[in-house]
Nanobody
Framework: VLLAEFGGGSVQAGGSLRLSCAAS???????????MGWYRQAPGKQRELVAT???????NFATDVEGRFTVSRDTAKAALYLQMNNLRPEDTAVYYC?????????WGQGAQVTVSS
């Protein structure tokens, strides 16, 4: 399974960006991808959870993005989305798409999001 992110870029504080992730490869594995989500890694920091969503639509958000970010997925299109509103400079990071199939984790190559004050 390959995951590819789209939609990163630069924005001023208070602005919005939408990230997309497309999954390709083994159809069976993609269908078994119960949990998908987004992680981010800022310079000098560890990778951290941003949001996850299951095929049942159950979502989980990091405390500092809850209420500002929305995660959604289109299972038929094997796609994942992250709508980011009211962005802050501290949201600056490389954002990674993530998917889990049974005991195997899949990661995208990352998309840079830069928020200027």
């Amino acid at each position: 399974v390959l995951l590819a992110e789209f939609g990163g870029g630069s924005v001023q504080a208070g602005g919005s960006l939408r990230l997309s992730c497309a999954a390709s490869g083994s159809v069976i594995h993609i269908q078994l991808m119960y949990t998908m989500g987004w992680y981010r890694q800022a310079p000098g920091k560890q990778r951290e959870l941003v949001a996850t969503i299951t095929t049942d639509g159950i979502t989980n958000f990091a405390t500092d993005v809850e209420g500002r970010f929305t995660v959604s997925r289109d299972t038929a299109k094997a796609a994942l989305y992250l709508q980011m509103n009211n962005l802050r400079p501290e949201d600056t990071a490389v954002y990674y798409c993530y998917g889990k199939v049974i005991n195997t984790d899949y990661w995208g190559q990352g998309a840079q999001v830069t928020v200027s004050s």
